[in-house]
């Protein structure tokens, strides 16, 4: 749910999915520990808050990733090695610089806070400079199922769409020219046909109203009060 989320909102954004998981993924997953954090600091329990963040981070990265490297070799990008590993590095030092003194005051807090809100503009900062194309390829290379996300006239213009004969156009008595989805089921000895393009506002009125037991006299009664 929180991949779907996140790619939903990456959508909408018009940002990387990689931004997502750089920010909302990561957040999200470390929900647990800022949870521990929290209920720690207001228990004055320090030492438990920092020792959580400080086990997780290296369980994370000697179990896991080692973990994950040891079923399949990971490739990294050229940006992990100069960018996201560095900054790593670098937070885990600041922390030890700022607890040198055994307390991690409020003024070592806003900075570790305003850091990370650095962090992530430049991760969008840096990702918004990429195409679809792009990640498109990155994933392909790296043999990673991945469709690009179409807004509606996107959707309409994609030729594969039009191939497949899921848009169509047609006369409409009103409308004139217009387009239309087609039918996804194709069948080779019946082939589904559009038979008539979509309604107008009312056209149906009568037939379905009838339908439901409305007569001749309540439909007049409806038309004088403006219902229909």
């Known amino acids: 749910m929180l991949l779907h989320g996140g790619s939903r909102l990456a959508a909408r954004l018009h940002i990387s999915p990689l931004v997502i998981g750089l920010t909302v993924v990561s957040i999200g997953t470390s929900t647990p520990e800022l949870a521990v954090g929290i209920e720690a600091a207001l228990q004055d329990a320090g030492s438990l808050a920092v020792g959580n963040i400080a086990g997780t981070n290296t369980v994370n990265i000697l179990l896991i990733l080692g973990l994950s490297a040891l079923l399949r070799p990971l490739a990294l990008h050229l940006r992990t090695l100069r960018f996201d590993l560095p900054v790593m590095t670098a937070a885990a030092a600041a922390l030890l610089v700022m607890a040198w003194d055994g307390v991690l005051s409020r003024l070592d807090g806003a900075v570790l806070v305003g850091a990370a809100l650095i962090f992530t503009a430049v991760v969008i900062r840096l990702t918004r400079r990429e195409s679809r194309a792009h990640w498109l390829a990155k994933c392909e290379a790296e043999g990673i199922p991945a469709g690009p996300i179409y807004d509606v006239a996107e959707a309409l213009a994609d030729p594969h769409a039009r191939a497949r004969g899921m848009v169509q156009e047609y006369e409409h008595p009103q409308a004139g020219r217009t387009r239309a989805l087609g039918n996804p089921v194709k069948l080779s000895r019946s082939p589904a046909r559009l038979r008539k393009g979509s309604p107008v506002l009312g056209e149906d009125n009568e037939t379905l109203l009838g339908e439901l037991g ?15």
């Open 214 to 228: 409305y007569g001749p006299a309540d439909l007049a009664r409806l038309r004088g009060k403006a219902v229909i």
